[in-house]
């Protein structure tokens, strides 16, 4: 958790998630589990669409080339 005196806690899966949204990242290809919970909450408010994979190994291969973070 992030926090300065000045300012309320921030939860660091809401600083990840605002930091992809202000670089673009528009799609996040993952499979739900308890490592990535905090996160997959973050994006429940956030314009970034999570799409879910089957398995672990599914968000490798589901991920378009030519995206500006391969390119």
Not at 2 to 25: H, K, M, R, T, Y
Not at 35 to 45: A, K
Not at 46 to 66: D, E, N, Q, R, Y
Request: aromatic residues 2%.
């Amino acid at each position: 958790m992030v926090q300065s005196p000045d300012s309320p806690a921030i939860e660091d899966s809401d600083l990840l998630v605002s930091v992809l949204e202000n670089e673009g990242v528009e799609f996040i290809f993952g499979a739900l589990a308890n490592e990535n919970s905090e996160v997959v909450e973050s994006l429940r408010t956030s314009k970034i669409k999570l799409v879910l994979t089957h398995l672990h190994k599914g968000p490798a291969v589901s991920c378009p080339v030519g995206t500006s973070a391969l390119s």
